[in-house]
Every structure is written in structure tokens, then in C-alpha cells.
């Protein structure tokens, strides 16, 4: 049985505790069995096992040996804040996940949407088959991570990368020899990335793992390298447009590309007390600077107290970018600056970003036989640039060779032709003998500056709860290492907000400001975000569909692409259907819909249909006419039921309708409180889960035949708490431990799930 960590009464009610009320050990061995308890004298055999099982303050211990496994956490398998989940390995070096056991998958460690889980001590080899992919990967919206003394190598692309992520951690954590990159990410919000160390990588495989993508890579001397205008390197970081990003304490050496790559609109950058070296070109030298920030049009970016040096390119490059500081920098080498247009290409569907070089700050570095040098795109650089720029360049020491500058068609030596003939002050020094050496540095004191609150921009439905999160900061941005009191408010249309941040809509359309204010020695700020109400929305999911395309023709996904002139055109098949599975049930109250042009005929009949497991589906509409050619027909749901997947059955009523419907728009209401019937199956009834209010607490009548599980879930997807027991069985929330509100109780049974709303009051 589970180890319980504290005393639980039990009673004829069993009681839904609060997360981190009691917690359990978990133990995996490469002797053991699933059908274990997962105790440590009859451990799991795979990660996964206990990774389903685990709730708050559980901690799951790994021990000795290989595991061909892969491990994937979903947003139900959290911890909290003050009780994560940890999975740890009993070493680093003893406990290793190898990856080469199966080609097919995406990932061999994943989180998508889990929060607060530690993952330490262990390494991950020879994993993440998919191209452009990662061997470890934080992403999904994924809150709370600890990342520690973790090595992951021999990746088919990248070792770790971190995507749409807040307030996680990544330290003594080193990536080496993998086909690709390092450590990387995008949209990191509170990111930081300590102690780590990015080697050897993208260093060229004997062998292409993608034989598919022959001409996407570089094959110098019979090895197979990522070129270094795509990824490759010690880490690329993308689209970190909220930020902080704080890297320190930080080492790439010996990779094959930029050792740090910050490449398309990064904002709250900080890179502090970190080294580059000996990072290497392919094709061509300026594939390997040592740092290289690329088209950041806003910034600000920072550098403090590194170090770069014996690299083939640049030893630091600033590309496009704005408001950007390096400062008590040792560069033994070259500092390049590039100015490119783009001519409106396009990426991520988005035109590309056109940014000038502004706002550059370079004081208190320490130059060695340097040289700072314009490439592409300066070619037409005035000797005024400086000034209209607003580059600041002053109190630095060169060492070695005499000072250079290199601007556009124009290059000067010696401090005083410099600043004579560029209208730059340059105040600095220059000796001819090189005796500095590398010292790290303390940032300045932090200063309570602003504050944040985040997420931002969210869309509610009547009676949805969100957890919002205040943040002071300081000068850099980043998080103050004491966080003050915060005093909460929300003004505006119906909703309320309570003393930890956590919203509740109400019953009415529009938009509510929530701020939130806080002092620190003396200085007031606030900061404030806007939460739209509405009625509805549009639905989306995990996109789900059968049926085979035509030759030549758009599959069933074409339904779903936004775009009414497309449409899916399938082989006869006695099954042919598109639709979603979600990851929280949802209440599907409205359906607009598109035919194919001339085709409008084939959708008479045909029905869309709710499920709870995929297999047993219900209908919620049958559509009685010919709908319009060229333009969406909406109909509202009359009776709304809460299901796990929605789908377009376009073979209802026995004909093949071949998927022709060009566009498909599936709109969720609030919970309507009525749950698709299951299969009986499993369970004793189509019923199995009755809720009821008890002064404000919710009885939760469960009648199922083995094993089942018990979720109580706030109604934005975020686990309170879960137990498990089997038969017929009697929970009781505890109104006292939950703040009241809306949640969604969840009761799971073999492959069925049954939910039902409940309002919890105290």
C-alpha cells in the first residue's frame, strides 16, 4: 500500500483533504510491477504508473538502472506551490532513460500544462526522434517546475526546452552531444536558468537522423551538423516577449553554433556571471559567436560580468536588436554589429520583424585585441550613426592591439581617430599589454521598480475561476527575492476576486479590470490585468478525426483550418468523422458549420455527437436541411451535455458523406451541469456519480464496480485534490479547506468519466 507521511481519520465519510494534507512514497525499479503498490519493497516497473497515481507533496523515487520509457505529465498530475510532486532518480549517473528503444516518439520526458513538480537526478540519452523536437520538454502552460542535476545527451534535437512556461527553474543541469541544441525555450515567463553547462553539441553525427530532410543539414567531412542559421548550438531562445529570463552562472563551450542564441523578440533578458568559448562554424565562421542576439526589436537585454572568448565568429554579436546593455564584460576577440531588412517574409504565419540597432550600451568591458565591426546591412552606416542611434560607449578598457572600428565603408584605429571621426565620446583607456582577468560580479542591490499580473488577457464563462499571481520586481525585471503583501480588487463588469488572487466570473458579459497594489520600504506600485466575461466561446482540443483523404485532397483536418474554401474529401469508409477531445469536459452550446460548395446535400442527416470516452457517442444536433453554400449556419444546442469529445459524424443515418463540410466552429457555454451517460459497462449504472449540496459542502455518491478515482477540480482545469477507492463509496468535500467557488467533480472508472458541477460555499 501507499506510505502515508501523516495520520488521516477515517470515518464512514472519507473526507476530501486539501493538496498536501498527506503524501505518499513512490518507489520504481527495473524489478518491478505495475501491479505493485509501488511501495519500496514492491516498487512500480515504469515512471508513468506512478505518475498517474501521484497527488501534492507525493515524491517518487527512481532507482538504479536503465528505463526504456517515455514520461509524460498532464496538467492533472500537479503539485501545489507548497507541496510539489518530485521525481527523482537515486543519482544522476545510476539512473538513466534511454530513448532508443522507440523511434517513434516525440519526447522521452514531457509536461504539458502539470505544475509544481521537481525532476532531479537522472540522465535522458538517445531520445526525441522528431524532428525539431526535444529529448526533455516543460510546455502547455506548465507552472512551478524545478529542472535539477539532470544530464540529458545524444538527443536526436534538442536536450531541454522550455515553452509557454512561468516561474520555473532549471539548474546544475548539463546538455551535451546532442544531434541539435542545448538549452532553449520560448515564451518563458520567470524563467531561470542557473549553473548549467551546454557542450558538445550539434558537434556533427556520422549518420543523418532525418534521411527525409537531406538538404536541411550540413555535411562537412562526412558528419551531419544543423546549419547555425537554423538552430544548433548551446540553446536558441525564441519569442520570450514577456520575460524575465534570467541565465547565470552559465558555461557553453565546444557546441557547433552560437553558444546563446537569443532570436526573435525576447524581452526582460538577463544573462550574468557566464562564460563562451571555443564555439565553433561549419560552413561558415559566423555560425559559432559566442553570444549572438538576432532581431529583438524591444529589449531590453542585458549582459553583465561574462566572459567570451576563442570563439570562430563573433565573440559577441548584436543583431537588430534594441536597448541593449553589456556592461564588466571581458571580450578577447571581436563585437559585431548587423543591420539587415528583411523584405517582408513571413514566420509563424506573422510578418517578420524589422528592428534597427538603438539603444546600445557598452561601459565598464574590458576589451582584448578587439574590434568593433558592422556587417550586413551597415554597409551604408554614416560616421553620425552613433549619435542618432544613441549608442553609449564609454568607460572600458582595451587591452592588446590598438582600438579598432570598423563602420560601414569607414574603419578607424586609436582612441582618439575613433571618437574624432565617429561622434562617439569614447571615454575609455587603452594599455598595450593584455593583464585583465575574468571576475564574476554581484548585480546591483535590487530596487522595487514595478509589478506584474499575470496570465493576462483571458477569456471566462459564467461562473469560471482563474488564479491570478501579483509579482513586484526590481530594475532587471526580475521577480524581488521577497515578495510583498498584496491587496486585491476587480472593477468593472460582474466578478469578484479574493485576498489570494483568485477570480470568479459572474453571470454577466464584459470586462472586469483586476489590480492588484503592494508597498515595499516605501514605494506603493500596482500593476493590473483584464479578464473578458462571456456567454461563450469558441471550443478547441486535441483535434480527433477517421477517415482516409483522396488522392489529392485535403483530409478531415481542412474542417477545422479556418478557411471555408477547403474541405475534407474521404474514401468511403464505413466510419468518417472529425472532431476534439478535451483535456476537461466541456458544454457544447453552439455549432456553426460550412459545406462544401455544391455538396450541402451530404450533411442533410448528418449529426454532431458528444462523448465521455471516446466510444460511446450521443447526439446533440441532426441537421434537417440543405445548409447554404458559402457562408457558416449556427444552431444553438438545446440541451447541452458536458462531454469529453465532440465530433461531426458525417456517416450518421447510413449513408457515406464522404467529410465534405468545409469548416467546422464548435462554441462551449458554461457547465450545464448534465454529464453524457456512460456505457454501463464498468459501472453499475449510466448514472454513477450522484452530487448533491450539504450546507455548502458537495456529497459525492459514487456506485461503481472496481477500482475508481475522484477528482475535484477548479473549473480553468487546476486539480484540488484526488483520491481513489473502489465499489460503492461516500466523499465528502470539506468546504473548510477550498475557497468557495464553482468546481467540477470528476469520477473515472476503467476507460469512463462522468463529471458534474458543484458549487462549494463556506
Same mark, same amino acid.
Given at each position: ?32 510491477? #505495475? ?8 516498487? /512500480? ?52 532513460? +534511454? *530513448?532508443? /528503444? ?6 522521452? /520526458? ?44 545524444? &538527443? ?71 546549419? *547555425? ?19 547565470? %552562472? ?25 562564460? /563562451? ?14 553570444? !549572438? ?76 585585441? @578587439? ?36 563602420? @560601414? ?9 575613433? $571618437? ?62 521577497? $515578495? ?10 460582474? *466578478? ?10 459572474? %453571470? ?43 488522392? !489529392? ?15 475534407? #474529401? =474521404?474514401?468511403?469508409? +464505413?466510419?468518417?468523422?472529425?472532431? !476534439? ?12 458549420? =460550412?459545406?462544401? #460548395? ?15 470516452? @471516446? ?13 447554404? #453554400? ?25 449513408? =457515406? ?43 459525492? %455518491? ?11 477540480? &477548479? ?48
Amino acid at each position: 500500500m501507499r506510505t502515508l507521511r501523516a495520520t488521516i481519520h477515517a470515518a464512514l465519510a472519507c473526507v476530501f483533504l486539501a493538496a498536501g494534507t498527506f503524501a505518499a512514497d513512490y518507489f520504481i525499479a527495473t524489478s518491478g510491477d #505495475d501491479t505493485n503498490d509501488g511501495s519500496s519493497g514492491a516498487p /512500480f516497473a515504469t515512471i508513468q504508473k506512478a505518475v498517474d497515481l501521484a497527488k501534492p507533496g507525493d515524491v517518487i523515487t527512481v532507482r538504479t538502472g536503465t528505463y526504456n520509457q517515455t514520461i509524460i505529465f498532464w496538467s492533472a498530475n500537479s503539485g501545489t506551490a507548497d507541496n510539489p510532486i518530485v521525481i527523482k532518480g537515486e543519482s544522476r549517473a545510476g539512473v538513466i532513460i +534511454d *530513448g532508443e /528503444f522507440d523511434t517513434t516518439m516525440r519526447h522521452l /520526458f514531457a509536461s504539458w500544462g502539470a505544475s509544481y513538480v521537481t525532476l532531479e537526478d537522472m540522465t535522458f540519452r538517445r531520445g526525441a526522434c522528431f524532428f525539431n523536437n526535444s529529448q526533455v520538454r516543460i510546455a502547455g502552460g506548465s507552472r512551478g517546475w524545478t529542472v535539477r542535476n539532470i544530464l540529458t545527451k545524444e &538527443s536526436h534535437w534538442d536536450g531541454i526546452v522550455l515553452e509557454d512556461v512561468d516561474h520555473c527553474l532549471v539548474e546544475d543541469v548539463i546538455t551535451e552531444y546532442n544531434f541539435a541544441g542545448g538549452i532553449g525555450g520560448g515564451k518563458c515567463r520567470d524563467v531561470v536558468v542557473r549553473n548549467c553547462i551546454s557542450r558538445n553539441n550539434n558537434c556533427g553525427w556520422d549518420y543523418n537522423p532525418f534521411p527525409e530532410k537531406e538538404g536541411s543539414f550540413h555535411n562537412i567531412g562526412g558528419k551531419y551538423h544543423v546549419p *547555425g542559421g537554423f538552430s544548433g548550438g548551446g540553446g536558441k531562445w525564441c519569442n520570450n516577449y514577456e520575460g524575465p529570463l534570467l541565465i547565470e %552562472n552559465h558555461q557553453a563551450y565546444d557546441n557547433h553554433g552560437p553558444g546563446l542564441w537569443f532570436d526573435w523578440d525576447n524581452r526582460n533578458v538577463v544573462v550574468r556571471n557566464s562564460e /563562451f568559448r571555443n564555439n565553433k562554424g561549419m560552413a561558415y565562421n559566423w555560425e559559432g559567436s559566442g553570444v !549572438f542576439w538576432e532581431v529583438n526589436p524591444t529589449g531590453p537585454l542585458t549582459l553583465e560580468y561574462c566572459y567570451s572568448h576563442d570563439n570562430d565568429g563573433s565573440e559577441i554579436a548584436v543583431c537588430e536588436s534594441k536597448n541593449v546593455t553589456i556592461m564588466h564584460t571581458l571580450i578577447n576577440g571581436s563585437f559585431e554589429l548587423r543591420d539587415m531588412e528583411r523584405e517582408a517574409p513571413v514566420r509563424d504565419g506573422e510578418p517578420a520583424l524589422n528592428s534597427d540597432i538603438e539603444n546600445l550600451t557598452l561601459k565598464h568591458n574590458v576589451y582584448q585585441n @578587439g574590434e568593433i565591426r558592422t556587417s550586413l546591412g551597415a554597409e551604408t552606416w554614416t560616421t553620425s550613426m552613433a549619435s542618432t542611434r544613441s549608442f553609449d560607449w564609454d568607460y572600458n578598457t582595451w587591452e592588446g592591439s590598438e582600438p579598432t572600428v570598423t563602420w @560601414g565603408p569607414n574603419s578607424r584605429t586609436g582612441l582618439a581617430s575613433i $571618437q574624432s571621426d565617429f561622434n562617439v565620446e569614447l571615454n575609455s583607456t587603452h594599455s598595450g599589454s593584455i593583464s585583465s582577468s575574468w571576475e564574476t560580479g554581484d548585480p546591483e542591490p535590487p530596487v522595487f521598480t514595478s509589478m506584474t499580473v499575470t496570465p493576462a488577457g483571458r477569456t471566462l464563462l459564467y461562473g469560471e475561476t482563474l488564479q491570478l499571481w501579483a509579482t513586484a520586481r526590481d530594475q532587471y525585471f526580475l521577480a524581488m527575492p521577497t $515578495q510583498p503583501a498584496f491587496t486585491w480588487s476587480a472593477t468593472g463588469a460582474d *466578478g469578484e476576486v479574493d485576498n489570494d488572487g483568485m477570480f470568479t466570473a459572474g %453571470n454577466t458579459e464584459g470586462t472586469v479590470t483586476v489590480t492588484a497594489d503592494a508597498s515595499m520600504d516605501g514605494t506603493a506600485k500596482s500593476a493590473s490585468t483584464q479578464i473578458e466575461i462571456v456567454a461563450k466561446r469558441k471550443a478547441t482540443g486535441h483535434f480527433i478525426s477517421e477517415g482516409e483523404p483522396l488522392d !489529392f485532397c485535403e483530409g478531415p483536418w481542412a474542417a477545422f483550418d479556418g478557411d471555408i474554401t477547403t474541405y475534407p #474529401d =474521404c474514401h468511403e469508409a +464505413d466510419e468518417l468523422w472529425a472532431g !476534439f477531445r478535451f483535456d476537461q469536459p466541456k458544454t457544447i452550446v453552439e455549432i456553426s458549420f =460550412c459545406p462544401r #460548395d455544391g455538396f450541402g446535400e451530404r450533411m442533410v442527416g448528418r449529426t454532431f455527437e458528444v462523448s465521455a470516452n @471516446g466510444t460511446d457517442w450521443t447526439s446533440i444536433y441532426t441537421i434537417e436541411s440543405v445548409p447554404a #453554400d458559402g457562408e457558416m449556419t449556427t444552431v444553438t444546442i438545446d440541451d447541452p451535455l458536458e462531454a469529453a469529445y465532440v465530433r461531426y459524424n458525417s456517416n450518421a443515418g447510413g449513408e =457515406c458523406g464522404y467529410l465534405n463540410v468545409a469548416e467546422i466552429e464548435f462554441y462551449e457555454g458554461p457547465s450545464s451541469g448534465n454529464a453524457v451517460a456512460l456505457s454501463p459497462v464498468l459501472l453499475r449504472t449510466a448514472m454513477p456519480l450522484h452530487v448533491s449540496a450539504v450546507a455548502g459542502r458537495a456529497l459525492v %455518491n459514487v456506485a461503481a464496480e472496481g477500482a475508481h478515482r475522484v477528482d475535484l477540480f &477548479s473549473l480553468n482545469g487546476r486539480l484540488v485534490h484526488r483520491v481513489r477507492g473502489s465499489g460503492s463509496r461516500r466523499y465528502l468535500v470539506n468546504r473548510t479547506m477550498v475557497p468557495t467557488g464553482y468546481y467540477l467533480v470528476s469520477v473515472a472508472a476503467g476507460a469512463y468519466t462522468v463529471c458534474r458541477r458543484v458549487m462549494i460555499c463556506r
